[in-house]
Every structure is written in structure tokens, then in C-alpha cells.
């Protein structure tokens, strides 16, 4: 009878194609390269990513996209976990744990990364959902806001103009360092962060605008919408909460992008900023039930990082996870 031997290993130049087909047999969808290659691009010290392979085929799989998070004064290298998956093929949940492990060892245990974090989608059986191990915290589903077709548009906007971004955007950077104590935990959202997120996608359109008050240069605020499907979706937020007046000129463009789209609604994930949330309450949007959104999971390697401390405050919006 042949042998057969298993291995848990890092990420190597060239198993690309196989990881790639890896996951959409675990997923049962289909991936093009190109959307892989946005996803993962080329890391300084190599890419986060760690495989599980019986005789040299890939069944199992965890990785990383390296961001930067702004906790309590701290800017720090953190992991956010995405693509967990176990194929069908694979021979026992063993290989996924060991997987798991390695992945958590080479990239947390071992001071590369003080914080990894994923989000657990409850509406999926995938077996590898977030596993950070030992230690890991939980916090409650994100919060989903939801506008029908609205009609309302605060003479207040029109104090405020917009401006498309673009791929590249300095003036985010600026934006970020006047906020940024509003946000003092959450991912940093400069400019940087928004090319590589936003910038490239080779199907997604995300169209994404600043706000400046009407005689101003300097930006107040930063949102990002995604409207296909059906459905207008804001990915992102991040605005001055000196100017509510920036809120109601992104309403005003996020309803005309919903009109343009075709769209029964607008829908935004947004977590850990009341007051952003009650302006957009006064806006027409109002917390809805429906099917269960992610949860947040992180992990400290650091004993200086509360994990369950840096959950119950974190900023979220659909930017931060990988699903949108």
C-alpha cells in the first residue's frame, strides 16, 4: 500500500494556482488569479499565509492581510485572517488544526504580529471558520443599518461639497491625523490603507468620496460605496464629528447612487461610533433584523493588549472584513 505523507508549510513563489483551486473547491466558487493576486499582494517578508498538503496537494489553508491598527495612542502590525478552508479531500480535521497552528506560531506566537483578528460569518458551516486558538475573544454581531428609497436631504448638505478620490488619496492621510482621536481604536485609515483596499479590484467598483465644507481644502470626511447586485452598500466611514453637515451630503450621494443603481435599499455595518450612528438615524436609517452578521474574533501576543478591551471599543464597517 503507497504511503502517503501530510506537511503544514509555509506560503512558497508558485503555489498560487494551486491554492487558488484549492479554494474554490472548498467554496465551491469560482476565483480568477487576478482577483487572488489584489487580494494577496507581494509582502516585504513574505506573504501571511500558511498550507496543509497530503503528497503535495493543497487541502487546507490560513492567511493574512498585514494592516495597521491605531489602538489607544499605539500604531501597531496586526493580521487580519482571512481564507480558512479545509477541501473536501482533506482527511480529517487534523490537518486544518495543524494548519491553524502553524499559522498562529509562525506569524503570532513567534512577536512577528502582536494582534490578529478575523470575522466569523455565521450563516456559513465552512469548517475553518476564524480559529485563533487559546486566548482568542469574541464580541457581539456587528450592527446593520438599512435606509429604504429617501427623499430627505438636509439643506445642511449644501454647506459641503464632494470630490470622487482617488487611487491614491495624500489628502486622506491629512484627514486621518485630525480625526484620528475619534477612532482610537481601529484600523488606520490613511491613505495607504485605502489604496490597497479599495484600489485595483479587477471586478469590484468601489466608488469612494471626500467631503470638504464648500470654501475649505481640507477634507471632513471619507466614504466608500459598493452598488451592484441590487444592493448600495456603504463600505466605508470615517468623518470629523465637528461636521454632521458631511454625513447629510454622502446621504444625499449615497441615495442617488441607490436610485442609479436600481437598488431596493442602502445598507451599512457600523459599530463603535454612536454618534455617527445617530445622525445617520436621523437620515431615514434604522437598525433592521435579518440574517446574523460576522462577528469580530481577536487575539493578543502581547500582555500590554487587552483583546477583550480592544473589542468592546473597535470602529467597524464593512471595510473591515473581507466579505464586501
Same mark, same amino acid.
Given at each position: 500500500?503507497?504511503?502517503?505523507?501530510?506537511? =503544514?508549510?509555509?506560503?512558497?513563489?508558485?503555489?498560487?494556482?494551486?491554492?487558488?483551486?484549492?479554494?474554490?473547491?472548498?467554496?465551491?466558487?469560482?476565483?480568477?488569479?487576478?482577483?487572488?493576486?489584489?487580494?494577496?499582494?507581494?509582502?516585504?517578508?513574505?506573504?501571511?499565509?500558511?498550507?496543509?498538503?497530503?503528497?503535495?496537494?493543497?487541502?487546507?489553508? =490560513?492567511?493574512?492581510?498585514?494592516?495597521?491598527?491605531?489602538?489607544?495612542?499605539?500604531?501597531?502590525?496586526?493580521?487580519?485572517?482571512?481564507?480558512?478552508?479545509?477541501? %473536501?479531500?482533506?482527511?480529517?480535521?487534523?490537518?486544518?488544526? =495543524?494548519?491553524?497552528?502553524?499559522?498562529?506560531?509562525?506569524?503570532?506566537?513567534?512577536?512577528?504580529?502582536?494582534?490578529?483578528?478575523?470575522?466569523?460569518?455565521?450563516?456559513?458551516?465552512?469548517?475553518?471558520?476564524?480559529?485563533?486558538?487559546?486566548?482568542?475573544?469574541?464580541?457581539?454581531?456587528?450592527?446593520?443599518?438599512?435606509?429604504?428609497?429617501?427623499?430627505?436631504?438636509?439643506?445642511?448638505?449644501?454647506?459641503?461639497?464632494?470630490?470622487?478620490?482617488?487611487?491614491?488619496? %495624500?489628502?486622506?492621510?491629512?484627514?486621518?491625523?485630525?480625526?484620528?482621536?475619534?477612532?482610537?481604536?481601529?484600523?488606520?485609515?490613511?491613505?495607504?490603507?485605502?489604496?490597497?483596499?479599495?484600489?485595483?479590484?479587477?471586478?469590484?467598483?468601489?466608488?469612494?468620496?471626500?467631503?470638504?465644507?464648500?470654501?475649505?481644502?481640507?477634507?471632513?470626511?471619507?466614504?466608500?460605496?459598493?452598488?451592484?447586485?441590487?444592493?448600495?452598500?456603504?463600505?466605508?466611514?470615517?468623518?470629523?464629528?465637528?461636521?454632521?453637515?458631511?454625513?447629510?451630503?454622502?446621504?444625499?450621494?449615497?441615495?442617488?447612487?441607490?436610485?442609479?443603481?436600481?437598488?431596493?435599499?442602502?445598507?451599512?455595518?457600523?459599530?463603535?461610533?454612536?454618534? *455617527?450612528?445617530?445622525?445617520?438615524?436621523?437620515?431615514?436609517?434604522?437598525?433592521?433584523? *435579518?440574517?446574523?452578521?460576522?462577528?469580530?474574533?481577536?487575539?493578543?501576543?502581547?500582555?500590554?493588549?487587552?483583546?477583550?478591551?480592544?473589542?468592546?471599543? =473597535?470602529?467597524?464597517?464593512?471595510?473591515?472584513?473581507?466579505?464586501?
Amino acid at each position: 500500500m503507497a504511503s502517503t505523507s501530510t506537511l =503544514c508549510r509555509r506560503f512558497r513563489a508558485g503555489d498560487e494556482v494551486a491554492v487558488n483551486r484549492a479554494f474554490e473547491s472548498s467554496r465551491g466558487v469560482a476565483r480568477s488569479l487576478d482577483e487572488w493576486a489584489w487580494k494577496f499582494p507581494p509582502e516585504a517578508e513574505g506573504r501571511a499565509i500558511v498550507l496543509g498538503e497530503r503528497d503535495g496537494e493543497v487541502l487546507t489553508h =490560513c492567511a493574512g492581510v498585514p494592516v495597521r491598527f491605531a489602538f489607544d495612542g499605539r500604531e501597531l502590525d496586526a493580521l487580519q485572517i482571512v481564507d480558512v478552508f479545509s477541501r %473536501p479531500s482533506a482527511p480529517s480535521a487534523g490537518l486544518l488544526k =495543524c494548519t491553524v497552528e502553524a499559522f498562529l506560531q509562525e506569524f503570532g506566537l513567534s512577536g512577528r504580529f502582536p494582534l490578529a483578528f478575523g470575522f466569523q460569518d455565521p450563516r456559513s458551516d465552512e469548517p475553518g471558520a476564524v480559529q485563533l486558538g487559546e486566548g482568542a475573544e469574541k464580541r457581539e454581531p456587528l450592527v446593520s443599518l438599512r435606509r429604504r428609497p429617501s427623499s430627505r436631504s438636509p439643506i445642511r448638505r449644501l454647506l459641503y461639497r464632494a470630490e470622487p478620490a482617488r487611487d491614491w488619496e %495624500p489628502r486622506l492621510d491629512d484627514l486621518w491625523r485630525r480625526v484620528r482621536h475619534r477612532y482610537p481604536v481601529a484600523v488606520i485609515r490613511d491613505a495607504g490603507h485605502a489604496l490597497r483596499r479599495f484600489a485595483g479590484h479587477p471586478t469590484v467598483r468601489y466608488r469612494r468620496f471626500l467631503v470638504f465644507p464648500r470654501f475649505s481644502r481640507h477634507a471632513v470626511a471619507f466614504a466608500v460605496f459598493r452598488c451592484d447586485g441590487g444592493s448600495c452598500r456603504w463600505v466605508d466611514l470615517l468623518w470629523d464629528h465637528a461636521h454632521p453637515g458631511a454625513l447629510e451630503r454622502l446621504a444625499h450621494i449615497s441615495a442617488g447612487l441607490q436610485r442609479e443603481a436600481g437598488a431596493e435599499s442602502e445598507e451599512m455595518w457600523l459599530t463603535g461610533d454612536p454618534r *455617527g450612528r445617530a445622525r445617520l438615524e436621523a437620515l431615514g436609517f434604522h437598525a433592521e433584523e *435579518g440574517p446574523a452578521l460576522p462577528s469580530m474574533v481577536a487575539r493578543s501576543f502581547e500582555p500590554e493588549i487587552d483583546a477583550a478591551g480592544l473589542l468592546s471599543r =473597535c470602529y467597524l464597517t464593512m471595510a473591515d472584513t473581507d466579505m464586501v
